[in-house]
């Protein structure tokens, strides 16, 4: 493994893109959740132009639903590698160990085809880096966010996980949500058991070792939006037209949709498929193909 060509200095960063957008539908049925549009580039796009902000990296994402369209994607951006799980989804553990045992190393940064985040992840990543050279310091890194209706994370004094609220561990200790963005060690990796699918397991079993994850919670109040939903999508909408300095109350309109010269759109998003009729207002609103979500204002 030492004369490998994958063994370097490059941090290799999985963005997760395997999901199947269920709560999206039928939105989804034609396009994979990573690749919807939102504003002027897919959730994949801004992901890894995220990541290559952090310096040297290598892309990589996995893709299960609608795979094709998520390989085409990745070889547009540059990625290093989109891993089609066929034909079972390998969670969220089976990823992150398959690139292991091909040969990759350098550690492993985490992200989720699904958020849309603005985190400083280059301070992420260096400080998980600075705190795994330590004397037993940890492999694994977390970045936690305040999310009060979630928030299942328990967190020690120590900055360790201590529990995940109704799956093991202690239920004391400060409260945070995962936020799905973390780090591993090549170590931490090559400890991921082969065939394992729930990332949870794996804390458990760090935890159980004396080495639990370390749990970053500088970046508490950082934007961190799921997308996943139709109130998700909006407000995810609406941060990427306020981080371009635009209006969040304009029509986003996707390439390809007619809009009458008569009709007045307002706060709304249209997709490929939407039909809009003369002299129609469309307000707090997603449309598409055969849809149409109202948004209620301040979701």
Avoid at 101 to 127: P, Q
Wanted: proline share 5%; net charge negative.
């Amino acid at each position: 493994m030492e004369n490998s060509p994958l063994n370097n200095d490059s941090l290799n960063v999985l963005i997760l893109a395997a999901g199947l957008g269920t709560r999206l539908r039928p939105l989804t049925n034609d396009v994979p959740k990573p690749l919807v549009p939102v504003v002027d580039a897919s959730i994949l796009d801004l992901q890894a132009r995220k990541a290559r902000a952090i310096g040297n990296v290598r892309l990589h994402a996995n893709a299960h639903y609608l795979a094709d369209q998520v390989v085409s994607a990745g070889g547009t951006l540059g990625f290093e590698k989109v891993w089609v799980e066929l034909p079972d989804i390998l969670g969220t553990a089976g990823p992150l160990k398959r690139i292991y045992n091909e040969g990759y190393r350098g550690g492993l940064l985490i992200m989720n085809g699904d958020a849309y985040c603005d985190f400083d992840l280059k301070a992420f990543v260096e400080n998980a880096q600075a705190l795994a050279v330590q004397l037993n310091g940890p492999q694994v890194a977390l970045l936690a966010v305040d999310f009060p209706k979630v928030n299942t994370f328990r967190v020690g004094a120590d900055g360790r996980l201590a529990g995940v609220v109704g799956r093991f561990g202690s239920e004391d200790g400060l409260p945070a949500t995962f936020s799905g963005v973390s780090w591993y060690s090549d170590e931490a990796l090559s400890r991921i058991r082969d065939g394992e699918f729930d990332i949870r397991e794996f804390w458990k079993q760090e935890i159980a070792a004396g080495r639990a994850p370390f749990v970053d919670m500088t970046q508490l109040h950082a934007t961190w939006i799921d997308m996943g939903s139709p109130e998700g999508l909006m407000s995810a909408v609406e941060a990427r037209l306020k981080e371009l300095g635009r209006d969040v109350n304009e029509a986003v309109v996707e390439e390809g949709v007619q809009v009458p010269a008569s009709a007045k759109i307002i706060h709304s998003v249209l997709y490929k498929g939407a039909v809009i009729s003369e002299n129609e207002v469309i307000q707090d609103e997603i449309r598409g193909k055969d849809f149409s979500w109202k948004i209620a204002p301040n979701h």
